[in-house]
Nanobody, 116 residues
Framework: QVQLVESGGGLVQVGGSLRLSCAAS????????MGWFRQAPGKQRDLVAF???????KYADSVKGRFTISRDNAHNTAYLQMNDLKPEDTAVYYC??????????WGQGTQVTVSS
């Protein structure tokens, strides 16, 4: 089972940037579709972006043009570059492999806070 550790969150001002990292352990990272979810306080957890093993990407409408998902298969790491951050981007961000398993452990994620 792949284990994922997110990092790179923090406090940033409106319009700022952050890059989240997701370090994966286990084999076959390059074969996995990797995704990022986020959950704001009192809201449901939503898919933000994903990248397939071939490098195809897809984004939620709310982050298109501002966020970029990428992967480094040589280092078993996925990234989420977030630019032009807005207060509504404030959330806990989670890295996942897709499709989610029924027993997926969300872990703690990484907190992103955008101050206005």
């Amino acid at each position: 089972q792949v284990q994922l550790v997110e990092s790179g969150g923090g406090l940033v001002q409106v319009g700022g940037s952050l890059r989240l990292s997701c370090a994966a352990s286990g084999d076959d990272f390059s074969l996995n579709t990797m995704g990022w979810f986020r959950q704001a306080p009192g809201k449901q957890r939503d898919l933000v972006a994903f990248i397939t093993s071939r490098g195809n990407t897809k984004y939620a409408d709310s982050v298109k043009g501002r966020f970029t998902i990428s992967r480094d298969n040589a280092h078993n790491t996925a990234y989420l570059q977030m630019n032009d951050l807005k207060p509504e981007d404030t959330a806990v961000y989670y890295c996942v492999t897709l499709p989610l398993s029924l027993t997926h452990d969300w872990g703690q994620g990484t907190q992103v806070t955008v101050s206005s």
